[in-house]
């Protein structure tokens, strides 16, 4: 599992189950840290972070435990003893974790005791070693389990944080087992019902941080939508409530951002940092200013993102993150200088024909627009004529690259329109 963001409190469900196919599930709980998907870097683990010790050799370890189940693909040790009555599919559950690889110090993704996970047994997609692990449980038990790849990520892993057939440690302890409470659909009709969908949106959240973390950037994007059109949809009471969705809209939008740049959809980032502008939550804020201007640099606004980045860098100086990304839009925009093209249409000789040079411009453009991973949208000068368009369109076709005029009324960037958009050509990988 990525630890790429904080770590979270959690209150309903954990999806491990489906982790390397459709995504893992987290809940949060009433008193979650504030995270959010553009932290990327781990924070460094303190000693009483975490439960556990690291295991220099499983083979060795493997010989003080007692299989869990008949294949012995879950082998257990009980460290502290738990009481009570057995769990059932009708339990939640709170437990802290910590998850090991062999021979390594710090453990790969874990959670804090005074901040558990809550896990409903009966719907959470938990991976199946996890799951047999919780319910051989009692409350107040800790026990350290060996898992089998084969209960965990797979043959294959999760490349590159997960290897090929990984067995793994959990260092598990039960803190509290309740009856699973049973909730109805929200009805948005009613009244007082903020309190109903910032419950949902918490879990919601909490659920795209988890995805976002295993990299399953797509789910993560459905749970924070998700998320949003309930806070759109819901009925506020009073001034309090709408700065609470204010709040939670302007985390869900940055995380919409930082997933839709992994995934290479920079125009519905584009479209989420505009929410972020009309919620005040843009230009005073340096990390949207950076996944704003990677978007505009991936659809070849390098002018508009170097305003973004110039602006990020009052914020914070010295953020490597931003100082690179300056860079590569430089080196991007060198790659794909359109002056010889448009040098070319000026110096034409006549309004209805493609010259060569032109066209041997064009094929030199689109070939290094193929080639540079940077960019997946690329936008031309205007001014062309009917055969130049032409051309244009064959070599698309003859590339498999998508062409088309922008609309009159789409804006990428709010701020940024000094040439009339019906005169400009898009091109899409």
């Known amino acids: 599992m990525d630890v790429s963001c904080p770590n979270i409190a959690l209150e309903n469900g954990l999806d491990l189950s489906k982790l ?8 949060i709980n009433a008193d979650y840290d504030d995270q959010e998907c553009y932290t990327f870097e781990s924070k460094p683990f303190k000693g009483n972070d975490y439960i556990g010790e690291p295991i220099e050799s499983f083979d060795i ?8 189940d008949t294949l012995g693909l879950v082998q257990k040790k009980i460290l502290e003893e738990g009481g009570g ?48 692990a919780i319910e ?28 090929p057939k990984a067995n793994c440690v959990f260092y598990l302890k039960l803190i509290k087992s309740i009856i699973t409470p049973k909730e109805g659909k929200i009805d948005f009709s009613e009244p007082n019902i903020f309190e109903r969908v910032l419950h949902e949106v918490k879990l919601l959240y909490s659920t795209g941080v988890v995805l976002h973390k295993s990299r399953n950037f797509i789910a993560a994007i459905q ?46 980032t584009c479209i989420v940092c505009n929410e972020l502008n009309r919620l005040r939550n843009l230009w005073n804020n340096e990390k949207v200013l950076y996944q704003n201007a990677k978007a505009l640099r991936m659809i070849g606004q390098f002018d508009a993102a170097e305003k973004k980045l110039r602006r990020a860098l009052r914020f914070s100086p010295d953020n490597d993150r931003i100082l690179e990304e300056l860079n590569l839009i430089q080196k991007t925009r060198d790659s794909l200088n359109q002056s010889r093209l448009i040098d ?23 070939k290094n627009f193929k080639e540079n991973e940077n ?7 205007p001014g062309l004529n009917a055969a130049e368009i032409g051309y244009i369109k064959e070599v698309c076709i003859r590339e498999k690259l998508y062409c088309n005029k922008l609309q009159k009324d789409y804006l990428l960037d709010k701020e940024e329109d000094t040439v009339p958009l019906e005169s400009k050509i898009d091109l899409f990988i």
């Open 85 to 132: 009555l057995a769990l059932n599919k009708e339990c939640t559950v709170s437990v802290a974790y910590a998850g090991y690889w062999e021979n390594e110090f710090e453990p790969y993704d874990f959670t804090k005791l005074d901040k558990p996970l809550v896990v409903n047994l009966n719907d959470n997609g938990l991976l199946p070693g996890v799951q047999i």
């Open 136 to 163: 051989s449980m009692l409350v107040g038990e800790m026990s350290v389990f060996l898992l089998s790849y084969e209960v965990m990520y797979g043959e294959m892993g999760v490349p590159p944080k997960i290897k």
């Open 344 to 366: 070319s249409t000026v110096s034409r000789n006549s309004n209805t024909s493609a010259s060569e040079h032109f066209k041997d411009e064009v094929d030199s453009l689109i």
């Open 20 to 27: 390397v196919t459709t995504g893992s599930v987290l809940h």
């Open 223 to 268: 749970s924070f939508r998700k998320a949003v059109n309930m806070l759109h949809r819901c009925r506020l009471a009073n001034e309090s409530e709408e700065a609470v969705q204010e709040k939670f809209l302007k985390k869900l939008y940055i995380n919409l951002a930082v997933c839709y740049n992994e995934v290479k959809q920079p125009l519905k």
């Open 375 to 381: 960019l997946c949208k690329l936008t031309l000068p």
């Open 61 to 68: 370890f493997e010989k003080e435990l007692l299989p869990v």
